[in-house]
């Protein structure tokens, strides 16, 4: 049971990271279609800082702490603590990810149609 969820933990900071850096690649983009202006900028700095949050968790999961202190953290607080307490960072990870692949891709719709107004 426990090293089921030490796969878990592995696997959960790892798709959290995976979706941050999406997040970020995609705040990137979104500056590059739309122009980069301090509210983008400010944006893509929180969306980089909180990648870089993540990934100072990622290194110090899988470098520095060994399979059997994850067991150890998992049989003193149980897996469904562990379990719990990961949803809310990936819910968090997997809604900024979405957010910036939708406003990317309505900014480059927006973009590629021809202007009315004229």
Do not use: H
Request: proline residues 2%; charged residues 10%.
């Amino acid at each position: 049971m426990a090293s089921g969820v030490v796969l878990f933990i592995y696997f959960y900071t790892i798709l959290e990271l995976l979706l941050d850096i999406g997040a970020v690649y995609f705040a990137v983009r979104l500056a590059r279609v739309t122009g980069a202006f301090r509210g983008w900028i400010l944006m893509i700095l929180a969306v980089v800082l909180t990648t870089l949050s993540v990934s100072s968790s990622v290194i110090s999961t899988i470098v520095f702490v060994p399979a059997s202190n994850l067991e150890a953290l998992v049989n003193q607080f149980g897996a469904g603590t562990i379990v719990e307490g990961s949803v809310f960072g990936i819910g968090t990870s997997l809604f900024l990810f979405l957010a910036m692949f939708e406003l990317y891709r309505t900014f480059k719709r927006l973009q590629a149609k021809p202007s009315q107004a004229e």
